[in-house]
């Protein structure tokens, strides 16, 4: 909700300028790391149902405290005290998705039903990146900036009450767990994938710079839709190189349309094929997460995707308000530019380098 809400926020109300903007909205990128190493002892340590609850709700203060600043008149404290919020929502906002998506999803689900879980939890997310803004926007434009924070807070506490209704099974804590580590947090052998997924969602965080149309969004969910109908009935049979090329070759399609601005009819056309691009691309790669990771390291490689679409999607927002605010063209040439090197990475390097090494 906050993704193309809060830029324009800064930018008319609070007199940002577009670099403070865009470093505004990239910080919380920088954010999702910072309890990452600390993940695993504290779902070892606490119980992992609780320590979700408290993230989501410490999130929710974090939200809340926009109304902070957007009731103060002295900017220069505004100012830090925003770049503050975005670091810590962030940071809160990795580790409750951490621990949904590494530990509590997996705990409520069968052995055999795992990748269907995680499968399923990863479009609900993909969902939230069209469904958001769309609430956002509306919000915004009939209410102002105060009720899309109040919106958003709603969301978390509705996320707790969710988790509450799940009855999660209790897991023996292991006997030595270390305070720091890189289970349930990073994949070091998915180097290749978090790049070149990174690649893709940074192209697609810098074209979200420019799409301030709730209908843009509910175009894109459309893509999303037939993403699914496209998995289950176009991909099924076919070599499993072509998923990811043809999505990326989606997305360019999109940025293309973008670019040339030939008429309604392309407007049209870019977000489908934006969100249908983006569909298959990302339940693609997060298969392919799942496949490299090794025994006991499902939950790891869940979280190594997540910190790859979420940084790169920070990353394309900063850049895009940062160093292309008001120019589309340009700002559209370079995510072309990232989504040829993406197609190019994985066509050549990527896609051999995941038959070589998968494990499942």
Known sequence: MLIPVMPLWLLQDEHFSALETGLAMGVFGVGIYVFGGFCSYLVQRFRRN???????????????????????????????????????????FGLAQMILSSTLIIDISESFQRTEANYSAAWFSRFALALGPIAGMVVYRLQGFEWVVWAAVGCCL???????????????????????????????????????????????????????????????????LLAILAQRFVFPEAELKSEIVSGLILLGGAVLF???????????????????????????????????????????????????????????????????????????????????????????FTHHWFITHKNR
């Not at 100012?79 to 810590?88: C, D, E, H, N, V």
């Open 50 to 92: 609780h320590v979700c609850v408290l993230a989501i709700l410490l999130m929710a203060l974090s939200v809340a405290m926009l109304q902070y600043v957007n009731a103060e008149e002295g900017l220069l404290a505004g100012k830090g005290f925003i770049f503050l919020q975005r670091l810590s929502l962030g940071a809160f």
């Open 158 to 224: 509705a996320a707790v009450l969710f988790i509450h209704l799940v009855n999660f099974p209790f897991r023996t804590p292991d006997d030595d767990v270390s305070k720091f580590c890189l289970d349930r947090f990073l994949l070091p052998q998915g180097m290749w994938l978090f790049v070149n997924m990174l690649l893709v969602t940074t192209a697609v965080g810098l074209l979200m710079t420019t799409a301030l149309s709730d209908w843009y969004y509910a175009i894109m969910m459309g893509g999303f």
């Open 258 to 348: 973008m670019l040339v601005q030939a008429g309604d009819a392309l407007s049209y056309i870019s977000p489908l094929s934006l969100g249908l691009g983006v569909g298959i691309i990302g339940s693609r790669f997060l298969l392919f997460f799942i496949k490299l990771s090794r025994h006991c390291q499902r939950g790891t490689s869940q979280s190594t995707f997540l910190l790859s679409w979420e940084t790169g999607l920070s990353l394309g927002l900063f850049l895009g308000y940062a160093f292309f605010y008001g120019q589309h063209e340009l700002l559209f040439s370079v995510a072309f530019g990232l989504i040829v090197a993406a197609l190019l990475l994985y066509n050549f």
